[in-house]
């Protein structure tokens, strides 16, 4: 009657749990990149929507990080059509869904002008009237790294991973600046 393991069984069974590991950990950690790219791509959806917002609009939006729900929403200040004497009041933008993060991917630090916001609630306003403030986005998940930057005059941000700009978006082309204010477009 046999009483334990063999030494080759042991070897044999470490060496096929090491194979596993070796399998499934590359795709854990890949997993947390392609949450952090997901994420990155969403806030720069949310950023393009305030620009077109701010840029194009007649009413005052602003992106606000809920600390009740921790979300980036995007707000727009709104009159009442059935009180139209009262001031305008701050309301979602309903075409437009909160962005939660996932699990593992931290929105590390936001700037505005330069200025570093709370980590926990935070609201940066535009002006439809005026320039809008720099603002800068940096998330980070297990082998990622990402800053969106939204310049005052861009109508989309920049993005930024792990130190590499990411080449495929669009990019605001002053054609006065340029010389090229008189071609037709």
């Known amino acids: ?3 334990g393991f063999t030494l080759l069984e042991l070897i044999v069974v470490a060496a096929l749990l090491s194979l596993l590991a070796a399998m499934v950990i590359p ?3 890949g997993m947390a990149r392609r949450e952090g790219d997901v994420a990155a791509e969403r806030l720069s959806e949310l950023l393009s929507l305030f620009a077109l917002r ?7 939006s602003a992106i606000w990080m809920n600390g009740d729900t921790g979300c980036v929403e995007l707000w727009s200040k709104q009159a009442d059509s059935d009180q139209p004497t009262e001031a305008p009041q701050w309301v979602p933008d309903r075409f437009v869904q909160p962005i939660r993060l996932p699990d ?3 929105l ?3 700037r ?3 200025q570093l916001l709370s980590p926990d609630e935070w609201r940066i306003l535009g002006s439809p009237s ?5 603002i800068e986005m940096h998330l980070v998940a297990d ?3 990402c800053v969106l930057t939204l310049a005052p005059g861009a109508s989309v941000p920049t993005r930024v991973d792990n130190g590499v700009q990411r080449e495929g978006g669009r990019v605001a082309i002053d054609l006065d600046q340029q010389g090229r204010d008189r071609e037709p477009w």
């Open 54 to 60: 701010d840029n194009s609009g007649s009413v005052q």
């Open 27 to 29: 795709r854990l950690t």
């Open 108 to 110: 590390a630090e936001v």
């Open 1 to 3: 009657m046999r009483r």
């Open 143 to 145: 082998g990622f790294d």
């Open 112 to 114: 505005s002008n330069g």
């Open 104 to 106: 593992g991917v931290e």
């Open 130 to 134: 005026g320039e809008r403030p720099q």
